[in-house]
């Protein structure tokens, strides 16, 4: 009862199952047309082919984003992992071992580059750091002693599934990565389209969706749920983390074989490039036609 009162349920004018299913067609698209290209225009924009095709590689890179891009300006983290790439090469990923002792260089260059919603994480930014670059170092050091490389911990799972519950019960992975970042990294190293596809030629939708504020503010605004979880009524804020098993559920529901992190992605862009908190862009945006406008939920 208390919880229920805490967290309000708001009531949103509803698509028809016709359309949530064109919806989530549309959607599967946006992302595929965008996510890869924007992955390499952000953060994988400094990196050479070669690179870009050194799964190892990669696969430590990536991971350096996810965790850095948790309750901060995803920009700012971008901008870390390259900074981190054009000052330190691939040494300071593939042997962790030397910048664990490194971390006063490393510091120097990124510190006033990574921006912390300080709202959120109440720890100093050189705090935050801290336990983020020395955590991800530190989880790249014993998972080398054990797996002699990251890929074969990659790999050691069967499905992006049981890597993404790998990883949250992963005793140092799992506390250097949220849901939503674990979900976000798992999408990015398997999906079969991306750069490191790790199973190769998997079924996509065995991918998890990662479903953030923007997720489920666009899902929530277009009609495709039926309601919405918020903070509370003075601030009718989404709460995606409550919300993504029924999301999950729903999308199954309406598109068994759609492409769920391509979903994701093409909610997500919509999102942050249409529909605005206080003044959307409906005239411009891809699916217009296809939303109810419940304008009255928002991300943040």
Request: aromatic fraction near 10%; hydrophobic fraction near 40%; proline fraction near 3%.
């Amino acid at each position: 009862m208390g919880e229920e009162l805490k967290h309000p349920k708001v009531k949103l004018k509803s698509l028809n199952n016709r359309t949530k299913r064109i919806l989530l067609e549309r959607l599967e698209c946006i992302g595929k047309e965008r996510l890869k290209a924007d992955l390499r225009e952000s953060l994988l924009h400094p990196l050479n082919d070669e690179l870009i095709k050194n799964k190892e590689f990669l696969s430590r890179y990536l991971l350096l984003g996810a965790v850095l891009d948790q309750q901060a300006e995803s920009k700012s983290a971008r901008d870390v992992v390259v900074t981190i790439y054009d000052e330190f090469g691939i040494d300071f990923f593939s042997n962790p071992k030397e910048y664990v002792i490194k971390v006063y260089d490393v510091f120097e260059k990124i510190r006033d580059i990574y921006k912390v919603k300080s709202r959120v994480i109440r720890m100093k930014k050189e705090g935050v750091l801290l336990l983020r670059i020395g955590g991800y170092l530190l989880t790249l050091i014993n998972i080398e002693n054990k797996y002699r490389s990251f890929i074969k911990y990659l790999k050691s799972f069967r499905t992006p599934r049981s890597l993404l519950n790998g990883i949250l019960n992963d005793i140092l992975l799992g506390g250097l990565l949220y849901e939503k970042a674990a979900r976000m990294y798992v999408g990015w190293v398997t999906h079969p389209d991306l750069y490191v596809s790790v199973y190769g030629r998997i079924p996509v939708n065995t991918i998890p969706m990662v479903i953030n504020g923007h997720v489920c503010k666009v899902l929530a605004r277009t009609g495709f749920l039926d309601s919405v979880l918020i903070e509370d009524k003075k601030r009718p804020i989404v709460k995606a983390e409550d919300e993504r098993k029924n999301i999950e559920m729903l999308t199954r529901m309406y598109y068994s074989q759609g492409d769920y992190f391509m979903i994701d992605y093409g909610a997500f862009y919509v999102g942050i490039k249409y529909c605005d908190e206080t003044q959307p862009k409906c005239n411009r945006c891809p699916i217009n036609e296809l939303c109810l406008k419940n304008i009255n939920v928002r991300a943040y």
